[in-house]
């Protein structure tokens, strides 16, 4: 059967380079079986003709419309909403919208409570039962080390610094806003991630969108990495820099660029680039891979480019100190121009960071981020002080310690079990991101729908987040998480989905 229908498995083990790592680097992505892929492309092009089918039912009032549109008195302006752009939301996305932005009403810990909800009209509008959902497995949220929680040393030092300081601090950093809470943090911070100095900022987000403009501009290169998140994609292009993507985690691809780029220089006028920029994240997201940064930096060093590495996933959930992709490999932090991350997913808070050598005092008078925005709230602070702290082992106990330990084996744990069963899994075996593939338009809403019926939590990934035959379920393994229940959720989601190996 494998042989009639050309179903091929690839698995991309990537060795190269071996002097470079102290440990086997393997990642797996294996080939859209051409079945499947030929039955999405069919799935959605049923879907299309659908959307156009009921487009024109709404367009002669035969069939209610929920669209935001133009007044008729401004029917010859130019569209302020653009029709055939959202084409793909109102006649897709709204068959499932229901699977995602659901309501809890809990902490997100290993397990929540959701509010239950549902529509009348096909998911356009939503209505409270007045239920709840007791007791889910949360394989959704980014609690990567169990901070997530209201009780315990954390929630407690967050509290009293509640107490002492209020919520909101009402002023920028630059002004009014600078507490003696935020510098402790940053040292921490510093020390962390074994650098001279930090900067904490109050929004993930922001941290790459408002400070890459502050390190690129005009005449400068960005080199970007096909898969970066939205949030290194938008910096890029806010800094005025020529921009160039090379393939997802592919070193011949990059170096391809970078010697490009040195050869031929600016465009035109063939000037050499101001600087050079490469962007890499620690672990992404959609993927579960991890960047291979031990030949990153080897390229960065050999062609005189700078490197920034966004450890937003990875910053806490990997390497035996949870320092990250730098700790996990081994590597010098000095080696990394450029060292961001966020507080929102190992810490259990909100906010991010930068942290380097002779960076931050330039930042602090350049970064919009700095300069125009509110400061980071006391309790938020507090919390990411405390994690932190435990993290490093200076809390006197071996809570830390236990923690990665107990994410690191869940990891290996949940992935062997979901691969043993017989599903494609995508991503590095270290990797806590675990993409299970559903590839099919039809399989995303009933995945997401029948494993919450099963009170499983997770987030199901279509297009265009993802290619549009690689629909996924992305798990995020937590040290909360019992065996018991990834047991659970690896047998329900074996009951529940098609998707297997050919």
């Known amino acids: 059967l494998n042989t009639f229908l050309n179903v091929h498995s690839r698995l991309n083990n990537y060795v190269h380079n071996a002097s470079l790592y102290n440990k086997p680097f393997v990642e797996q992505f294996e080939e859209t079986p051409l079945f499947v892929a030929v039955l999405t492309y069919v799935g959605y092009g049923i879907l299309t003709i659908f959307g156009y089918l009921r487009d024109f039912l709404r367009n002669w009032g035969i069939e209610k419309c929920h669209l935001a549109r133009e ?21 897709l996305y709204m068959r499932i919208r229901d699977n995602w ?10 397990k929540m409570d959701l509010v239950e909800r549902t529509s009348k009209d096909y998911n ?40 002492k300081y209020g919520v909101g601090v009402g002023s920028t950093r630059s002004e009014m806003g600078n507490l003696d809470i935020h510098e402790e943090l940053e040292q921490l911070v510093a020390r962390f991630l074994g650098v001279e100095s930090s900067m904490a900022f109050g929004m993930g987000f922001a941290t790459n969108s408002m400070n890459i403009p502050a390190l690129a501009g005009k005449g400068c290169l960005i080199l970007s990495d096909e898969l970066n998140h939205a949030s290194l994609v938008l910096g890029a292009r806010l800094s005025g820099a020529t921009i160039r993507v090379f393939k997802h985690n592919n070193m011949v691809s990059l170096e391809k660029l970078l010697r490009d780029a040195i050869v031929h220089g600016q465009p035109r006028t063939h000037r050499p680039w101001k600087k050079i920029l490469i962007l890499v994240e620690g672990i992404y997201s959609m993927e579960g891979s991890i960047v291979r940064l031990p030949e990153v930096i080897a390229l ?21 100190r949870g320092g990250g992709v730098v700790d996990y490999f081994g590597l010098d932090p000095k080696d990394v121009d450029i060292m961001m991350g966020t507080f929102t997913k190992s810490f259990g808070a909100a906010g991010g960071y930068i942290g380097g050598k002779r960076l931050i005092d330039y930042l602090r008078s350049h970064s919009h981020s700095s300069i125009y925005a509110t400061a980071m709230s006391p309790p938020v602070s507090q919390q990411i002080i405390t994690s932190m702290k435990i993290i490093m082992g200076e809390d006197d106990t071996t809570l830390g310690a236990e923690r990665l330990k107990q994410l690191s084996e869940n990891t290996v744990y949940f992935r062997r079990k979901l691969r043993e069963m017989g599903f494609i899994i995508y991503g590095n075996d270290d990797s806590p991101v675990v993409p299970m ?14 494993m919450v019926k099963r009170n499983i939590g997770t987030v199901v990934v279509g297009f265009p987040a993802t290619p549009i035959i690689e629909s996924r379920a992305r798990f995020c393994v937590s040290a909360a998480h019992t065996r018991d229940m990834l047991d659970t959720v690896s047998h329900r989601s074996e009951t529940h989905t098609c998707t297997r190996h050919a």
């Open 71 to 91: 007044r008729d008195e401004q029917k010859d302006f130019v569209p302020l909403y653009q029709d055939f752009e959202n084409f793909y939301t109102r006649n």
């Open 101 to 110: 932005n659901r309501p809890i009403c809990s902490v997100p810990g290993a």
């Open 124 to 163: 356009w509008t939503f209505e409270h039962t007045g239920k709840v959902v007791k007791d889910v497995i949360n394989m959704g949220s980014y609690n990567y080390l169990g901070f997530a929680e209201n009780t315990g040393r954390c929630a407690d030092s967050a509290t009293g610094s509640t107490h």
């Open 300 to 320: 960065k060093k050999h062609y005189k480019a700078y490197l920034y590495l966004d450890e937003a996933h990875s910053i806490g959930a990997l390497g035996p």
């Open 437 to 450: 593939m559903l590839y099919m338009p039809a399989k995303i809403g009933a995945f997401g729908r029948e």
